[in-house]
Antibody, heavy 118, light 108 residues
Framework: EVQLVESGGGLVQPGGSLRLSCAASGFTLSTYRMNWVRQAPGKGLEWISYISGSGAIIYYADSVKGRFTISRDNAESSLYLQMNSLRDEDTAVYFC???????????WGQGSLVTVSS | SFELTQPPSVSVSPGQTASITCSGDKLRHKSVCWYQQRPGQSPILVIYQNTQRPSGIPERFSGSNSGSSATLTIGGTQPMDEADYYCQAWDSSTAWRLFGGGTKLTVL
């Protein structure tokens, strides 16, 4: 059974940093592209970052470019999101999402809540 | 930049057909997928590659894509189908995976 379990969320002050982790199981992580998607309270879904299976190709949405860094450790079956210079508007549930290969997301984690507030 | 536009809300009576549209420039040339998100839950994929249904998704869910709009159709809508629905496509110029703003489907 495919499982994606996020961790590392919490309350952080504006300007602070946080690192999210996603533990993948039930499949071979290295053979799949992965993404992070977030959802602000009461708002829609926002794709924020993509990483290829090897980690060689990375994309970011403009809203997080230069502040967030996506990475992966295939040996540890883990995906990461390093978030720096956090802003109030980064408050959201962050989902770890598997890319099916057909330009769609076939598995989602349960999400990790990040709250940026003073 | 490429954008996907959905109606904020759609209402349907139980047993009737619900249609949710997603519009965007040259959308017919893109692969569109749809997600269902019930309150407090993670999204699930209900349609991929415009018309394909993942295993486990009921046959009443179908998709189409022509012109400048893609459509998610739910035939014989049930109360359990009440949820938010999001379309998504890949913008080849930026490699971004973009979502529509979401549509709240109410079954009443």
């Amino acid at each position: 059974e495919v499982q994606l379990v996020e961790s590392g969320g919490g309350l952080v002050q504006p300007g602070g940093s946080l690192r999210l982790s996603c533990a993948a199981s039930g499949f071979t992580l290295s053979t799949y592209r992965m993404n992070w998607v977030r959802q602000a309270p009461g708002k829609g879904l926002e794709w924020i970052s993509y990483i290829s299976g090897s980690g060689a190709i990375i994309y970011y949405a403009d809203s997080v470019k230069g502040r967030f860094t996506i990475s992966r450790d295939n040996a540890e079956s883990s995906l990461y999101l390093q978030m720096n210079s956090l802003r109030d508007e980064d408050t959201a549930v962050y989902f770890c999402v598997r890319d099916s290969g057909g330009w769609s997301f076939d598995y989602w984690g349960q999400g990790s809540l990040v709250t940026v507030s003073s | 930049s490429f954008e996907l536009t959905q109606p904020p809300s759609v209402s349907v009576s139980p047993g009737q057909t619900a249609s949710i549209t997603c519009s965007g420039d040259k959308l017919r040339h893109k692969s569109v997928c749809w997600y269902q998100q019930r309150p407090g839950q993670s999204p699930i994929l209900v349609i991929y590659q415009n018309t394909q249904r993942p295993s486990g998704i009921p046959e009443r869910f179908s998709g189409s894509n022509s012109g400048s709009s893609a459509t998610l159709t739910i035939g014989g809508t049930q109360p359990m189908d009440e949820a938010d629905y999001y379309c998504q496509a890949w913008d080849s110029s930026t490699a971004w995976r973009l979502f529509g703003g979401g549509t709240k489907l109410t079954v009443l």
